[in-house]
């Protein structure tokens, strides 16, 4: 069965520290694996990976996939208060383009 | 360019009722999928459709239907409704058939009592 495992699922910090998510993905021909960011509203896109070792980045957001190992991490830096959400990562195998497989998400809060 | 829209916002109904929401996608977009975000399951995928036809469908019993009309507007019910049923239902559009990128609306919060 496809499984997106997100860790850790809880994340404290304060304004000023970096922060780095994980995303891990079992997924039966894998094909590409995304980030949003949900406050209490719906999810807003952030990146999407399909290739392994190319970093994006928007801002003081980056992410990167490494298909190898089957993960991604989504790094934060300079977090702000505007940062706190919780952060989800999907994967999509190429049976299903139209269903992305969520993982449990963290939920990120930025103290000021 | 307007984002997807969903409505409604929130609906309260009784168990053993049926609801009917609505989601018109990006303009341009062909691709409405659903998804049913719970505390305890967080988002399921619900089904998918393009081109008025279900391509996918999620693991959910067959009180949970769909369609899509031929302006890209979907539509979404779950019959008979159950106290589980309670959920935040968001959908999510996509330009093109197979692209990955899904842009979501804002949701509607259906409460079952």
């Known amino acids: 069965e496809d499984k997106v495992v997100q860790s850790p699922l809880s994340l404290v910090v304060h304004e000023g520290d970096t922060v780095t998510l994980n995303c891990s993905y079992e997924?039966?021909?894998?094909?590409?694996l995304l980030w949003y960011k949900q406050e209490k509203k719906a999810p807003t896109f952030l990146f999407m990976l399909t290739s392994s070792g190319i970093e994006k980045k928007s801002g003081r957001l980056s992410s990167i996939l490494d298909k190898k190992e089957l993960f991604s991490i989504l790094n934060i830096t300079a977090t702000q208060t505007g940062d706190s959400a919780v952060y989800l990562c999907?994967?999509?195998?190429?049976?299903?383009?139209?269903?992305?497989?969520f993982g449990q998400g963290t939920t990120l809060q930025v103290k000021p | 360019k307007a984002g997807v829209t969903q409505t409604p916002r929130y609906l309260i109904k009784t168990r053993g009722q049926q609801v009917t929401l609505s989601c018109s996608p990006i303009?341009?977009?062909?691709?409405v999928s659903w998804y049913q975000q719970t505390p305890g399951q967080g988002l399921q995928f619900l089904f998918e459709?393009?081109?008025?036809?279900?391509?996918n469908k999620g693991n959910f019993p067959g009180r949970f239907s769909g369609r899509q009309f031929s302006n890209s507007r979907s539509e979404m019910n779950v019959s008979t409704l159950e106290l589980g049923d309670s959920a935040l239902y968001l959908c999510?559009?996509?330009?093109?058939?197979?692209?990955?990128?899904?842009?979501f609306g804002p949701g509607t919060r259906l409460t079952v009592t």
């Open positions: 459709y393009f081109s008025e036809t279900q391509r």
């Open positions: 997924v039966t021909n894998f094909r590409s």
């Open positions: 999907a994967a999509v195998g190429s049976s299903n383009t139209g269903k992305l497989i």
């Open positions: 303009s341009g977009h062909r691709s």
């Open positions: 999510a559009s996509t330009p093109l058939l197979g692209g990955y990128e899904q842009y």
